[in-house]
């Protein structure tokens, strides 16, 4: 049995969309659950006249993840090790092979989790397409690694009930971190919760998929303002899971990424400096090393960009992309100077 489970925060206006794209699934769930949480709109009722099961959460102060922990509480009492749960996000709506490609993934018992590989949605105008180019890379870099990720992302993911009690009970014994100290599936105190549970399934000795045919749609972000939002959330929570969990076989990688992120940002901020001096001492000029390296950028922001059409292409030889670049660097800059100085954290 697969169980689908969508916890959602006024998502009235998405969520028919979420539960069309289940009841469309080449393999359809045999339940869905919506988790209305601390909702001020009609997302319960939408749901229930979608004819599916209506779970509110009662009390909850803890987000997505407080959410998820009491309907798996109750969830999980009553599922067998074979039977999967899938967790997907209410702005997010699952192309029609998900779940069939995820049950393939999952017949291999060392894959913990399977993940989706998402596209963004319509919208947001410039800084909506500069996400939808964004994932479009992303897309394409996860099938160039055959399905390897290093996280199982939020959007949507299936994974085994047997799973997710080992996790709680890890979390339970202490050999997981569980920063309320009560247990459960998710850790309530972590701002990006996704990328906890990752390192939770890979500590456990388990492997995490996002495979090619794992396509989902997902909301982007309509403003540079939210965009920040969501990426010093993302950024900042990825910093300090690595942090909970220390220097492990499973976290090096990861704190790898972070170094060369730092490191990034650096060489960022020296080489707009250098442009900076340049134009203001005269000494402008066009050097053809420097040539040679932009038209590799130049290649690079096209090719990367095949999924997308010609259409896409093309006006990236612009190398427009470089005011989210630019944008990003200061996110991971403030992103790492909150977590130093442990400012408090803004979900």
């Known amino acids: 049995m697969l169980v689908a489970v969508i916890p959602a925060h006024n998502e009235a206006a998405g969520i028919g969309a979420a539960i069309q794209g289940l009841r469309q699934q080449s393999t359809p769930p045999d339940h869905i659950v919506v988790v209305p949480d601390n909702c001020t709109d009609d997302t319960a009722a939408v749901a229930a006249d979608l004819g599916v099961d209506v779970w509110p959460t009662t009390g909850n102060t803890a987000k997505k993840a407080g959410a998820l922990n009491q309907v798996l509480a109750v969830m999980l009492n009553e599922l067998d090790d074979d039977d999967l749960v899938l967790v997907q996000d209410a702005d997010s709506a699952l192309d029609a092979a998900f779940i069939i490609t995820a049950l393939r993934a999952l017949a291999s018992p060392r894959i913990g989790a399977v993940g989706g590989v998402f596209r963004g949605s319509g919208g947001g105008g410039f800084v909506g397409h500069l996400q939808r180019n964004e994932y479009a890379r992303y897309g394409r870099d996860v099938r160039r690694l055959d399905g390897r990720c290093l996280v199982v992302t939020g959007t949507a993911a299936v994974m085994r009930a047997a799973v997710l009690r080992e996790i709680s009970r890890a979390r339970e014994r202490g050999a997981l971190p569980s920063g309320d100290g009560h247990g459960g599936v998710y850790d309530t105190t972590v701002l990006t919760e996704d990328n906890e549970l990752t390192f939770a399934i890979k500590h456990l000795g388990y492997e995490v998929l ?70 203001v001492t005269g000494q402008w000029g066009l050097q053809p090393f420097w040539l040679c390296v932009t038209a590799i950028f130049v290649v690079e922001r096209i090719v990367t960009l095949r999924d997308r059409g010609w259409r896409y292409m093309l006006p990236a030889a612009l190398m427009y992309e470089l005011l989210l670049d630019v944008f990003l660097q200061l996110v991971h800059t403030k992103a790492y100077f909150d977590a130093l100085t442990r400012r408090q954290r803004a979900w």
Do not use: D, F, H
Request: charged share 15%; glycine share 8%; aromatic share 12%.
């Open 210 to 279: 996002s495979p090619a045919g794992c396509t989902l749609v997902t909301e982007v972000m309509p403003s540079w303002t939210e965009l920040w939002r969501q990426r010093l959330r993302w950024k900042r929570g990825a910093v300090e899971n690595c942090v909970q969990y220390g220097l492990t076989r499973v976290t090096w990688p990861y704190w790898g990424r972070q170094l060369l992120t730092m490191v990034g940002c650096v060489v960022t901020y020296l080489y707009l400096a250098t442009i900076v001096v340049a134009v």
